[in-house]
C-alpha cells in the first residue's frame, strides 16, 4: 500500500481566462506558440466559409451576393468582403492552411488581397 507521504505533486503554471464568454486555459507568458498554433482560426474559417459562399454562388443558387447575404444573415458588405477570399492565389491559400504558416496581415487586410497579382499577394502575406 501507498502511504500519503508517497504522493507526488505537479504544478503547472496555467491562467484560466475567459474570451468571448468562455474560459480559456492561457500557457505561462515565458512559453512560446508551437508551430501547431500557427494558422489563425479565424482565417481559416473565414477561408472555409468564403469557398462555401463561392461554390453556392457558381452552383445557381444565389445570383447576387446581396441574396447570399440575405440568407445567411450577414450584411452584404461583410460577406462581399470575405468572399474575396476565395480568389485568394493557390500558393497563398496552400500555405495558409496546410503549411501552418501564420500570416503577416490581419483578416481584414487579408480580404483586399486578392486584386493583387497572385505573386504580390504571397510577398505581403508571408513577410
Known amino acids: 500500500m501507498t502511504s500519503p507521504n508517497d504522493t507526488i505533486r505537479v504544478l503547472i503554471p496555467l491562467k484560466v481566462r475567459k474570451k468571448n464568454g468562455r474560459p480559456k486555459i492561457l500557457p505561462p507568458a515565458e512559453h512560446g506558440h508551437s508551430a501547431d498554433q ?52 493557390p500558393e497563398v491559400l496552400k500555405r495558409l492552411t496546410c503549411g501552418r504558416e501564420a500570416s503577416a496581415v490581419s483578416l481584414y487586410d487579408l480580404c483586399f488581397l486578392a486584386g493583387e497579382t497572385w505573386q504580390k499577394q504571397a510577398e505581403r502575406v508571408f513577410r
Open 38 to 89: 500557427a494558422q489563425d482560426p479565424h482565417i481559416l474559417r473565414a477561408i472555409g466559409r468564403a469557398w462555401g459562399w463561392r461554390r453556392r454562388m457558381e452552383a445557381g443558387e444565389f445570383a447576387t451576393i446581396q441574396e447570399l447575404a440575405e440568407a445567411v444573415g450577414l450584411a452584404e458588405r461583410h460577406v462581399s468582403r470575405q468572399l474575396r477570399l476565395a480568389y485568394l492565389a
